[in-house]
Nanobody
Framework: QVQVVESGGGLVQTGDSLRLSCAAS????????MGWFRQAPGKEREFVIA???????YYGDSAQGRFSISRDNSKNTVYLQMNSLKPEDTAVYYC????????????????????WGQGTQVTVSS
């Protein structure tokens, strides 16, 4: 069993930056691919960005040019840095851990991830 816990959400203004954290348990964290998804009210969960064990970062449309992901294996933590936030970024942000280590198109698929956190709310005011 892997526990995933997100933190760092909050209320910000348009143009602000915010960094979310995601801590995952397990001794083999470095072998997990980690992804961020988000879900706005009435919408499906949407892929944002992923850090794959293949060494690559995969970006969703919303993340291109504004968001980045980083990992600290010594802390079992992955970070989502969000810049130039817009009201349409308002959503609950979820972190997922893929113990099989997705790469490529697999990292875009919500079903690739084995464990999820409870989510953290990000609200961007106009």
């Amino acid at each position: 069993q892997v526990q995933v816990v997100e933190s760092g959400g909050g209320l910000v203004q348009t143009g602000d930056s915010l960094r979310l954290s995601c801590a995952a348990s397990g001794r083999t964290f470095r072998a997990y691919s980690m992804g961020w998804f988000r879900q706005a009210p009435g919408k499906e969960r949407e892929f944002v960005i992923a850090d794959s064990i293949d060494g690559r970062t995969y970006y969703g449309d919303s993340a291109q040019g504004r968001f980045s992901i980083s990992r600290d294996n010594s802390k079992n933590t992955v970070y989502l840095q969000m810049n130039s936030l817009k009201p349409e970024d308002t959503a609950v942000y979820y972190c997922g851990a893929d113990l099989q280590g997705c790469s490529g198109i697999g990292c875009y698929d919500v079903n690739s991830y084995d464990y999820w956190g409870q989510g953290t709310q990000v609200t961007v005011s106009s």
